[in-house]
């Protein structure tokens, strides 16, 4: 009897100390400098991540990829979606200080979008915001959540140009030192302040060299593109993978050589997904011949992704083109798959180059956003991420996919896989989540250690 | 040309070709000696270029035996056989490469396509043909990059050991700068690679890939330090390389200077199949030789100018010796064809031109004595022409006075009347005897006074004229029947003559031409301008002068009159002489006789 009490109380202390770390890890620590390393550029769109921890937009999309108010806490529309107005926030304030006004709103959305606007006009009514267009914007919400239309500080109180980028985010920009861009906590922040006092995030960073820090601690977060995926398992990193958030994609031109749709068309049938998604990017994300994935739209299958060699060169036939040019965006894998693509090209009788940079090349190869869960928006905001004006899209999935399939005749962008976003952090790093557009939300984002 | 000028000419061209001999043998000698050094040279850096070509291929092949050899390699090579798929090891063969440092690597799959490539990354997929010969040695070949150009490299094939099927690795190193930097290089050598991506390439084994031709392009000429220059002048000499598979050599000129010409020797690079995949070229400099031969022909212009000046110097003193004595002979000859047969020349020395003229002198010497005796036969034979002459002409008058001188002696003895009358016709007699002598005498003082002439300006018409008109109305006054023309142009016919002398001339003509005409006749008096003279023309219709009359004609003392002294053309042609003129006749037998006197017309000045 005695030894069963005896039994069951230190039965009982050992699940008591056992539980004890657990509640300990449960409750997220303030403070601490979070090391972020990446190969790109913090302040480029469409993957800046810098931009997303200083700026806010109206709008926000939440993991799930529905938009959730922001800058804006509400909005309406009326006229057949031609208006749309957005209540702002109360009481937030730029990081100095400024307020947020329809007015700096406006000013910011202008200096951002100053042609092929979703919208006509902007206007300030009071605490609101008016957009006002010509054709229907029935996913202006989703679109205002997009890295184009984030909110920075144009014109202070007094009438002057702000000393640098001023958002109204989780952090603000400190300063940028020997390749490393110094973020530090916004106390006032309107969503509250984040776990993390600064952020110092080493741009420009190889891949390599990015896990060489993770390994040894100098890092804490860091990139896995897509075709490092299956490497970073192997070496038993913690990695957070998105859902396919990016469409690789084969930008052809209209004009100048490949002028003539065949040729395009030629193009299109003779580049190798298979190769792609198998060999170079490791069998990440998913092949597709369509513009929006198929968790989107559900019709993505309907598009033929195959590689037809011999319908390629019966389009392009004897037509003879002079050489072409391919360039691409970003090293690695998408070094290797222009590469690839231009041997397939090759394989059709066009004489390809790759070449690192190019004013008007032939041929681009690039990712493009797919951001949120609308698929409209997305298409939108896919195809302005492209250069290309979006169509007038009646509601309905096969009104969808009918423009959808228009746009794919042109032969003006060649989708070619859905890849997934990733990465990977670092034992100290506690509740790391990817957003919907495969960023990692850093503002809540805490380190164990910090004191 | 003088013989000085032959002497001359003759010295400096021997001069002038013996040292151009000279110097062309020296150059030929010169040029001959640098060939061999060069093609010793060549021979050498061949031989040691092949040596090296050997110690890199053994490199290439231990390099890529070790990554064969080793157990990540192996381990690889067992995974990729176990699951088939060969996307894990994209970028294997990159990190492979760069551990062994090797320039190329791929990784063969059991099937014989590329599973991972280090040179072009996204060739994965594609098949190797170099994998399947797999040959023990290292082997030239070309590869093809992903911008289309083209690397020359040695390649060695090694299959991973205990792999099966086995999986085999194609690493090489590139035949690049850095392979020319390290061969050993002769002072005054340059080698250099001539590689493209011609036919055989390994683009052209990707199907349907871009043909690629592979005319010569200089750019793809590279040296130890980059580029060649003037590369485009070896496309001959590589293209006949590459044409024959043989070595080439040749002499190729850089620039327009010759000091930039190269002896040049293009080596074909080939692969197993003997395809030419590349050419090395080593260029040794001509310029030592260029310069060492400019040096000769400058020495040889000296020396041959030197020559030229000392030919110059030796033919003067030759000619001192030789060309003046002659020289001074060839005066001597035309002074003595002058008429100055006093000439005499220096004699100097002994030799044959001393003979010669020494024999000159005698030559001379002999001509004037012999001139003169015959000065003085000719005034003795005068002398004696004369005195004939004057016995002669004496003769004759003083024949009727000594009859008359003695017919008076006779006569004394007759009756006064007779003697008388016989006075009388003596008187008579004698006195036209006496004035028959005193015209002999006057003719003889005439001619031996011919007076100097004093010249004037005037028109040969006015000579003419004033003849005619003495002589035509005496004509006519006469009964002698002869009928006088004159012929004259209207021209000017100017004349630096003394009127006096000309008229006597002519009038001596005249009265001949009066006397060949006893029985009358046409006196024809002319006057014409004949270029730049005037000829006056006397003609007559009489019997005419034979041949060996006409030649005697002018003769002093000679006539074919019965009562003439013959100094009448004499005195007439001294006239002409004194003027600078000539006389002439034209005659035949029957036909007449024409006196023609030919007088340098005055000039307006």
């Given at each position: 009897?005695?030894?069963?009490?005896?039994?069951?109380?230190?039965?009982?202390?050992?699940?008591?100390?056992?539980?004890?770390?657990?509640?300990?890890?449960?409750?997220?620590?303030?403070?601490?400098?979070?090391?972020?390393?990446?190969?790109?550029?913090?302040?480029?769109?469409?993957?800046?991540?810098?931009?997303?921890?200083?700026?806010?937009?109206?709008?926000?999309?939440?993991?799930?990829?529905?938009?959730?108010?922001?800058?804006?806490?509400?909005?309406?529309?009326?006229?057949?979606?031609?208006?749309?107005?957005?209540?702002?926030?109360?009481?937030?304030?730029?990081?100095?200080?400024?307020?947020?006004?329809?007015?700096?709103?406006?000013?910011?959305?202008?200096?951002?979008?100053?042609?092929?606007?979703?919208?006509?006009?902007?206007?300030?009514?009071?605490?609101?915001?008016?957009?006002?267009?010509?054709?229907?914007?029935?996913?202006?919400?989703?679109?205002?959540?997009?890295?184009?239309?984030?909110?920075?500080?144009?014109?202070?109180?007094?009438?002057?140009?702000?000393?640098?980028?001023?958002?109204?985010?989780?952090?603000?920009?400190?300063?940028?030192?020997?390749?490393?861009?110094?973020?530090?906590?916004?106390?006032?922040?309107?969503?509250?302040?984040?776990?993390?006092?600064?952020?110092?995030?080493?741009?420009?960073?190889?891949?390599?060299?990015?896990?060489?820090?993770?390994?040894?601690?100098?890092?804490?977060?860091?990139?896995?593109?897509?075709?490092?995926?299956?490497?970073?398992?192997?070496?038993?990193?913690?990695?957070?993978?998105?859902?396919?958030?990016?469409?690789?994609?084969?930008?052809?031109?209209?004009?100048?050589?490949?002028?003539?749709?065949?040729?395009?068309?030629?193009?299109?049938?003779?580049?190798?997904?298979?190769?792609?998604?198998?060999?170079?990017?490791?069998?990440?994300?998913?092949?597709?011949?369509?513009?929006?994935?198929?968790?989107?739209?559900?019709?993505?299958?309907?598009?033929?992704?195959?590689?037809?060699?011999?319908?390629?060169?019966?389009?392009?036939?004897?037509?003879?083109?002079?050489?072409?040019?391919?360039?691409?965006?970003?090293?690695?894998?998408?070094?290797?798959?222009?590469?690839?693509?231009?041997?397939?090209?090759?394989?059709?009788?066009?004489?390809?180059?790759?070449?690192?940079?190019?004013?008007?090349?032939?041929?681009?190869?690039?990712?493009?956003?797919?951001?949120?869960?609308?698929?409209?928006?997305?298409?939108?905001?896919?195809?302005?991420?492209?250069?290309?004006?979006?169509?007038?899209?009646?509601?309905?999935?096969?009104?969808?996919?009918?423009?959808?399939?228009?746009?794919?005749?042109?032969?003006?962008?060649?989708?070619?896989?859905?890849?997934?976003?990733?990465?990977?952090?670092?034992?100290?790093?506690?509740?790391?989540?990817?957003?919907?557009?495969?960023?990692?939300?850093?503002?809540?984002?805490?380190?164990?250690?910090?004191? | 040309?003088?013989?000085?000028?032959?002497?001359?000419?003759?010295?400096?061209?021997?001069?002038?070709?013996?040292?151009?001999?000279?110097?062309?043998?020296?150059?030929?000698?010169?040029?001959?000696?640098?060939?061999?050094?060069?093609?010793?040279?060549?021979?050498?850096?061949?031989?040691?270029?092949?040596?090296?070509?050997?110690?890199?291929?053994?490199?290439?092949?231990?390099?890529?035996?070790?990554?064969?050899?080793?157990?990540?390699?192996?381990?690889?090579?067992?995974?990729?056989?176990?699951?088939?798929?060969?996307?894990?090891?994209?970028?294997?063969?990159?990190?492979?490469?760069?551990?062994?440092?090797?320039?190329?690597?791929?990784?063969?799959?059991?099937?014989?396509?590329?599973?991972?490539?280090?040179?072009?990354?996204?060739?994965?997929?594609?098949?190797?043909?170099?994998?399947?010969?797999?040959?023990?040695?290292?082997?030239?070949?070309?590869?093809?990059?992903?911008?289309?150009?083209?690397?020359?490299?040695?390649?060695?094939?090694?299959?991973?050991?205990?792999?099966?099927?086995?999986?085999?690795?194609?690493?090489?190193?590139?035949?690049?700068?850095?392979?020319?930097?390290?061969?050993?290089?002769?002072?005054?050598?340059?080698?250099?690679?001539?590689?493209?991506?011609?036919?055989?390439?390994?683009?052209?084994?990707?199907?349907?890939?871009?043909?690629?031709?592979?005319?010569?392009?200089?750019?793809?000429?590279?040296?130890?330090?980059?580029?060649?220059?003037?590369?485009?002048?070896?496309?001959?000499?590589?293209?006949a390389a590459r044409n024959s598979g043989q070595q080439t050599s040749g002499i190729l000129y850089l620039?327009?200077?010759?000091?930039?010409?190269?002896?040049?020797?293009?080596?074909?690079?080939?692969?197993?199949?003997?395809?030419?995949?590349?050419?090395?070229?080593?260029?040794?400099?001509?310029?030592?030789?260029?310069?060492?031969?400019?040096?000769?022909?400058?020495?040889?212009?000296?020396?041959?100018?030197?020559?030229?000046?000392?030919?110059?110097?030796?033919?003067?003193?030759?000619?001192?010796?030789?060309?003046?004595?002659?020289?001074?002979?060839?005066?001597?000859?035309?002074?003595?064809?002058?008429?100055?047969?006093?000439?005499?020349?220096?004699?100097?020395?002994?030799?044959?031109?001393?003979?010669?003229?020494?024999?000159?002198?005698?030559?001379?010497?002999?001509?004037?004595?012999?001139?003169?005796?015959?000065?003085?036969?000719?005034?003795?034979?005068?002398?004696?022409?004369?005195?004939?002459?004057?016995?002669?002409?004496?003769?004759?008058?003083?024949?009727?006075?000594?009859?008359?001188?003695?017919?008076?002696?006779?006569?004394?003895?007759?009756?006064?009347?007779?003697?008388?009358?016989?006075?009388?016709?003596?008187?008579?007699?004698?006195?036209?005897?006496?004035?028959?002598?005193?015209?002999?005498?006057?003719?003889?003082?005439?001619?031996?006074?011919?007076?100097?002439?004093?010249?004037?300006?005037?028109?040969?018409?006015?000579?003419?004229?004033?003849?005619?008109?003495?002589?035509?109305?005496?004509?006519?006054?006469?009964?002698?029947?002869?009928?006088?023309?004159?012929?004259?142009?209207?021209a000017p016919m100017p004349l630096n003559v003394d009127p006096e002398l000309l008229h006597r001339a002519?009038?001596?003509?005249?009265?001949?031409?009066?006397?060949?005409?006893?029985?009358?006749?046409?006196?024809?008096?002319?006057?014409?301008?004949?270029?730049?003279?005037?000829?006056?023309?006397?003609?007559?219709?009489?019997?005419?002068?034979?041949?060996?009359?006409?030649?005697?004609?002018?003769?002093?003392?000679?006539?074919?009159?019965?009562?003439?002294?013959?100094?009448?053309?004499?005195?007439?042609?001294?006239?002409?002489?004194?003027?600078?003129?000539?006389?002439?006749?034209?005659?035949?037998?029957?036909?007449?006789?024409?006196?023609?006197?030919?007088?340098?017309?005055?000039?307006?000045?």
């Amino acid at each position: 009897m005695r030894w069963t009490v005896l039994r069951r109380f230190a039965t009982s202390c050992l699940i008591a100390a056992l539980a004890l770390p657990v509640a300990a890890r449960t409750r997220p620590h303030y403070g601490g400098t979070l090391h972020v390393e990446i190969e790109g550029d913090p302040w480029q769109r469409p993957d800046g991540l810098a931009r997303r921890l200083v700026f806010d937009g109206l709008t926000a999309l939440d993991a799930n990829g529905q938009v959730r108010p922001a800058l804006a806490v509400d909005w309406s529309s009326d006229d057949n979606d031609h208006r749309w107005q957005f209540k702002l926030r109360p009481g937030v304030h730029f990081h100095d200080g400024t307020a947020l006004t329809s007015v700096n709103v406006i000013a910011s959305l202008t200096a951002a979008c100053s042609v092929n606007c979703p919208w006509t006009s902007l206007r300030a009514v009071g605490s609101s915001v008016v957009f006002v267009g010509d054709s229907p914007m029935p996913d202006l919400p989703a679109l205002l959540a997009s890295d184009e239309f984030l909110i920075a500080l144009t014109v202070t109180a007094d009438g002057k140009t702000p000393n640098g980028n001023i958002g109204t985010g989780p952090f603000q920009l400190t300063g940028f030192n020997n390749g490393v861009l110094a973020l530090a906590a916004n106390e006032t922040c309107w969503q509250g302040r984040p776990f993390v006092d600064a952020i110092e995030m080493r741009v420009h960073r190889a891949m390599r060299d990015q896990w060489l820090d993770l390994g040894v601690g100098h890092a804490d977060i860091v990139e896995v593109p897509a075709e490092m995926l299956r490497q970073a398992q192997q070496q038993r990193l913690t990695v957070d993978v998105s859902p396919p958030v990016a469409l690789l994609t084969l930008q052809v031109s209209d004009s100048g050589p490949l002028a003539n749709p065949m040729l395009r068309s030629s193009i299109a049938l003779a580049v190798d997904r298979a190769t792609l998604f198998n060999v170079i990017f490791q069998k990440q994300g998913q092949v597709t011949a369509s513009l929006l994935p198929q968790s989107l739209t559900g019709y993505s299958f309907l598009f033929p992704a195959d590689r037809d060699l011999g319908k390629a060169h019966e389009l392009k036939g004897g037509l003879s083109t002079p050489p072409l040019t391919l360039s691409t965006q970003g090293s690695g894998a998408m070094q290797l798959a222009a590469q690839r693509i231009a041997l397939d090209l090759r394989d059709t009788g066009f004489n390809v180059q790759v070449v690192s940079a190019n004013a008007h090349p032939d041929l681009i190869l690039r990712k493009l956003p797919i951001d949120g869960a609308e698929p409209y928006a997305a298409l939108e905001l896919l195809l302005r991420g492209a250069g290309q004006t979006p169509p007038i899209i009646e509601p309905g999935l096969a009104a969808l996919y009918k423009a959808e399939h228009e746009l794919l005749d042109r032969h003006t962008l060649i989708p070619l896989l859905d890849l997934p976003r990733a990465y990977a952090s670092g034992g100290r790093v506690r509740d790391l989540h990817l957003l919907s557009d495969g960023t990692p939300d850093l503002a809540n984002v805490s380190i164990e250690d910090a004191p | 040309m003088s013989l000085r000028q032959k002497l001359l000419l003759l010295f400096s061209f021997t001069v002038a070709a013996a040292v151009a001999a000279v110097a062309w043998t020296v150059l030929v000698r010169i040029r001959y000696v640098f060939e061999q050094r060069d093609q010793e040279e060549t021979a050498l850096f061949v031989s040691q270029f092949q040596r090296e070509f050997q110690h890199r291929s053994a490199e290439v092949a231990a390099a890529v035996d070790r990554l064969a050899a080793s157990e990540h390699a192996r381990v690889m090579a067992f995974e990729l056989v176990q699951s088939g798929d060969a996307a894990p090891y994209l970028t294997e063969a990159q990190t492979m490469a760069q551990d062994a440092q090797l320039d190329f690597l791929e990784i063969i799959g059991p099937d014989g396509n590329v599973v991972s490539s280090a040179q072009w990354p996204a060739r994965f997929g594609y098949p190797e043909p170099a994998a399947a010969q797999a040959p023990q040695a290292a082997f030239l070949k070309r590869e093809t990059l992903p911008d289309g150009s083209a690397e020359l490299g040695l390649f060695a094939v090694r299959a991973i050991g205990g792999a099966e099927p086995s999986i085999r690795l194609v690493g090489g190193k590139k035949l690049d700068q850095s392979f020319l930097a390290d061969l050993p290089v002769a002072p005054g050598m340059t080698v250099a690679l001539y590689s493209d991506a011609g036919p055989g390439s390994d683009a052209a084994s990707i199907p349907n890939a871009p043909a690629n031709s592979s005319p010569f392009d200089p750019r793809h000429l590279v040296g130890a330090s980059g580029d060649v220059p003037a590369a485009a002048r070896y496309q001959g000499l590589i293209d006949a390389a590459r044409n024959s598979g043989q070595q080439t050599s040749g002499i190729l000129y850089l620039s327009q200077r010759r000091e930039d010409s190269i002896n040049a020797t293009a080596i074909p690079l080939k692969n197993q199949a003997g395809q030419v995949l590349a050419v090395l070229t080593v260029a040794i400099s001509r310029g030592g030789m260029v310069d060492a031969q400019q040096h000769i022909r400058a020495i040889a212009c000296g020396v041959a100018s030197g020559g030229i000046l000392l030919a110059i110097a030796f033919s003067l003193w030759i000619a001192a010796r030789v060309s003046r004595p002659i020289e001074e002979l060839a005066h001597g000859a035309e002074s003595v064809a002058a008429g100055n047969w006093d000439t005499r020349v220096p004699v100097r020395g002994r030799d044959e031109v001393s003979v010669l003229a020494r024999s000159f002198n005698h030559m001379t010497d002999k001509l004037a004595t012999q001139r003169e005796q015959l000065v003085q036969s000719e005034r003795v034979a005068a002398w004696r022409e004369l005195a004939r002459r004057l016995a002669h002409e004496l003769k004759n008058p003083l024949f009727p006075l000594q009859l008359t001188v003695e017919n008076l002696v006779r006569a004394r003895a007759l009756s006064p009347a007779e003697f008388d009358e016989v006075f009388r016709e003596s008187t008579a007699t004698l006195s036209a005897e006496i004035a028959n002598l005193k015209t002999i005498i006057a003719r003889f003082s005439d001619f031996s006074k011919m007076p100097k002439p004093e010249l004037e300006h005037i028109d040969a018409k006015d000579v003419v004229e004033r003849v005619r008109a003495l002589y035509e109305s005496a004509a006519a006054n006469s009964d002698s029947n002869i009928r006088f023309e004159i012929d004259l142009t209207n021209a000017p016919m100017p004349l630096n003559v003394d009127p006096e002398l000309l008229h006597r001339a002519l009038s001596n003509l005249v009265l001949n031409a009066m006397d060949a005409m006893p029985a009358g006749g046409t006196l024809t008096i002319s006057a014409h301008p004949q270029d730049d003279n005037i000829e006056l023309r006397v003609a007559d219709t009489g019997e005419g002068l034979t041949p060996e009359e006409c030649e005697r004609l002018f003769t002093p003392y000679y006539t074919t009159k019965q009562h003439g002294t013959g100094l009448g053309l004499a005195i007439v042609q001294s006239v002409v002489a004194d003027h600078a003129g000539t006389i002439a006749v034209e005659s035949r037998a029957g036909g007449g006789a024409t006196f023609i006197i030919t007088l340098p017309k005055a000039t307006t000045a």
